[in-house]
């Protein structure tokens, strides 16, 4: 047998090096000759068998050798979104590609499913052969990146269909040859026994390395990487029905907005781990937007109405107050107002929601470094409401972005107190395109931002003044992506749930596209970085929204273009919200986005958050980061 499998492992190494190899990489094909000769050798006298892939690899080698054409890219696509070895091998040797082919074939070796429909995980070892092999691989398969991916990628054409990498790259081409080499040794590499399946990362895995009389790589990646940054992305009123509105929209390519079917939070769903979460209250069955909030926010179970206070109205911790006493900075994002439920609940107390001039005057004091929404009304005097030097003082900074008018009813700018804080005010999309600074607070309406509807009528206006919610998430990232300590940043799509409270069918639909755009943003962002946690879920769902069949007819694919016109399949069981769990999604280091899968609640799905901010894990024991009382001072860094 060992004869056998070495003269088959070394026939077909040397028929395609003859045909497709150049002599720059020489070094490499020496050491690649060398390790399948052994791993044929290991393989005879332990009989253990060769990786399953080994024989479709070297098949698609021979047919690249002859020039036998390679399948279609569409091809590849296994229902497990892995590609097969030997499509990826033939088709590396025998067709042009483009950074974007490598990337995804580099991702699908690890790990592979056969022809042979067998599931398999490659061994660690085989991995780190090939690093020693080919050095050229080496910044492939790095985990540190001097460049900022962000700043990398701004360039970049926007696509709602960016895929997800869970791996950081570097930049540019990897050699045609790199690849190809890469996928013979992996395939190549003798698999270990059933009881030791191990993948990179696994624990005990680095004991399956052959380490006698090879060199070994300086400096290995952590097989647990830190989390530096938290991203919450939360749709208010956003229940499972809603999502599947939003799916249904893009699997029928309605209006042409998703070519490829697929959603961003469905692309997050596939890349990540995902649960259900219970929502309600201590106080009763159903929660409302403050108290579910402070549950995110604080990871603490608490009282509907409460706004960061916990259930003995005591003020307690949030995310943003952690993060500063970390040393790290915060942003807070919502299409609605900066005082509204949701936001409040991360950098303000009180045990009614609605008392928004005093949670704005608390929201300056706590001092998140990006605060991006509508809500201006509330951060101005009442003197701006009549002629005069505070008017026209106020009117020249809004610049005629919007009519604004004070809903104070005492004379506190909280305009002048942010700037003498150090913040920079903007109130239209170019002042924010072109601020920087540690401290940015942007209100864009007087009120409440647009709703979706009016987005989606203005959405390729050029000269529109008002920001996009995927704008406002793009410059909060841009604005806290380079401390270096790290950041927290919560981003809504508000106006989700009111669109469930007015039981508007055709703009929830609208609303859910606005939000599902801001999702897309925060993942081309994290893609390629492995130091960021991103959490999806929502608050509550809202209006008990469903389609429906009527006497045995299905809805037709036409409703989506009038959901409000189809009221024969359209259904609400409420304007108010329902007790319905929320979908709650984690992307990011394997070893914490994998503990937001299962059955959760939000005072649980908070403190998850808060425990990986403060220590970039999630204990072994499992011991979470408990809740805290506030600083005495309450609100200051």
């Given at each position: 047998m060992s004869s056998t499998v070495s003269s088959t492992v070394s026939s077909t190494v040397s028929s395609t090096v003859s045909g497709t190899l150049s002599g720059v990489m020489g070094c490499v094909v020496d050491n690649l000759v060398s390790d399948l000769a052994t791993a044929g050798r290991r393989a005879a006298t332990t009989n253990v068998p060769l990786h399953p892939a080994s024989s479709c690899v070297m098949n698609a080698c021979r047919n690249a050798a002859t020039g036998a054409a390679a399948p279609p890219l569409r091809e590849w696509r296994h229902p497990s979104h892995a590609f097969p070895l030997s499509c990826a091998a033939a088709t590396m040797a025998t067709r042009p590609h483009d950074e974007h082919d490598t990337a995804r074939i580099v991702a699908a070796l690890l790990p592979c499913r056969c022809h042979d429909d067998h599931a398999t995980a490659l061994p660690a070892h085989a991995l780190r052969m090939t690093m020693i092999s080919a050095p050229t691989l080496r910044p492939a398969l790095a985990v540190t990146n001097p460049v900022s991916p962000a700043r990398a990628r701004r360039a970049a054409p926007e696509s709602t269909s960016a895929p997800v990498a869970r791996q950081r790259s570097r930049g540019g081409h990897i050699p045609l040859i790199a690849i190809a080499s890469l996928a013979l040794l992996l395939a190549a590499a003798c698999r270990p026994p059933a009881a030791s399946h191990a993948t990179l990362g696994d624990e005990g895995a680095e004991a399956a390395i052959p380490t006698a009389g090879v060199e070994t790589t300086p400096e290995a990646p952590p097989a647990n990487p830190p989390v530096r940054n938290v991203i919450l992305l939360i749709g208010d009123g956003m229940g499972p029905q809603q999502m599947g509105l939003l799916e249904l929209y893009a699997r029928w390519n309605a209006e042409g907005l998703y070519p490829d079917g697929r959603t961003a939070m469905a692309r997050m769903m596939d890349a990540g781990h995902v649960g259900l979460s219970s929502v309600d209250p201590t106080d009763g069955l159903v929660n409302d937007s403050a108290g579910s909030g402070t549950q995110l926010a604080a990871g603490v179970a608490t009282r509907f109405g409460f706004v960061g206070l916990g259930e003995d109205e005591q003020p307690v911790e949030t995310l943003v107050q952690l993060a500063h006493r970390l040393g790290k900075r915060s942003g807070l994002v919502s299409d609605t107002r900066l005082t509204h439920a949701t936001p409040a609940s991360f950098a303000a107390t009180g045990t009614d929601r609605w008392a928004e001039a005093t949670l704005a005057e608390q929201m300056i004091a706590t001092g998140a470094h990006v605060m991006l929404s509508g809500g201006l009304r509330v951060f101005v005097p009442?003197?701006?409401?009549?002629?005069?030097?505070?008017?026209?003082?106020?009117?020249?900074?809004?610049?005629?972005?919007?009519?604004?008018?004070?809903?104070?009813?005492?004379?506190?700018?909280?305009?002048?107190?942010?700037?003498?804080?150090?913040?920079?005010?903007?109130?239209?999309?170019?002042?924010?395109?072109?601020?920087?600074?540690?401290?940015?607070?942007?209100?864009?309406?007087?009120?409440?931002?647009?709703?979706?509807?009016?987005?989606?009528?203005?959405?390729?206006?050029?000269?529109?003044?008002?920001?996009?919610?995927?704008?406002?998430?793009?410059?909060?990232?841009?604005?806290?992506?380079?401390?270096?300590?790290?950041?927290?940043?919560?981003?809504?799509?508000?106006?989700?749930?009111?669109?469930?409270?007015?039981?508007?069918?055709?703009?929830?639909?609208?609303?859910?596209?606005?939000?599902?755009?801001?999702?897309?943003?925060?993942?081309?962002?994290?893609?390629?970085?492995?130091?960021?946690?991103?959490?999806?879920?929502?608050?509550?769902?809202?209006?008990?929204?469903?389609?429906?069949?009527?006497?045995?007819?299905?809805?037709?694919?036409?409703?989506?273009?009038?959901?409000?016109?189809?009221?024969?399949?359209?259904?609400?069981?409420?304007?108010?919200?329902?007790?319905?769990?929320?979908?709650?999604?984690?992307?990011?280091?394997?070893?914490?986005?994998?503990?937001?899968?299962?059955?959760?609640?939000?005072?649980?799905?908070?403190?998850?958050?808060?425990?990986?901010?403060?220590?970039?894990?999630?204990?072994?024991?499992?011991?979470?980061?408990?809740?805290?009382?506030?600083?005495?001072?309450?609100?200051?860094?």
């Open positions: 009442r003197a701006v409401n009549s002629e005069g030097p505070a008017r026209q003082a106020l009117l020249d900074a809004v610049g005629g972005a919007f009519e604004p008018r004070s809903n104070r009813r005492d004379d506190v700018d909280l305009l002048a107190q942010a700037r003498q804080a150090g913040y920079s005010v903007v109130h239209d999309r170019e002042a924010l395109r072109a601020v920087s600074g540690e401290r940015v607070l942007g209100l864009f309406a007087n009120n409440a931002m647009e709703s979706g509807l009016e987005w989606w009528a203005a959405r390729d206006d050029a000269n529109h003044r008002q920001p996009s919610l995927r704008e406002l998430t793009r410059h909060a990232l841009r604005l806290l992506e380079d401390h270096e300590e790290g950041f927290f940043l919560m981003v809504e799509g508000g106006q989700i749930d009111w669109a469930g409270h007015n039981n508007e069918a055709s703009r929830l639909l609208r609303e859910m596209i606005r939000f599902d755009e801001a999702v897309d943003e925060v993942l081309r962002w994290v893609e390629g970085r492995d130091d960021t946690l991103v959490v999806l879920t929502a608050d509550h769902e809202t209006g008990g929204f469903s389609l429906h069949y009527e006497r045995g007819t299905p809805p037709p694919p036409e409703v989506l273009a009038d959901l409000d016109g189809a009221t024969r399949f359209v259904r609400w069981s409420t304007t108010n919200h329902t007790h319905t769990p929320v979908v709650v999604v984690g992307l990011g280091p394997e070893h914490v986005a994998r503990a937001f899968g299962g059955m959760r609640s939000h005072p649980e799905v908070g403190r998850l958050m808060m425990t990986a901010l403060e220590h970039g894990e999630l204990p072994a024991g499992g011991a979470l980061t408990q809740p805290v009382m506030a600083n005495d001072e309450g609100y200051d860094d």
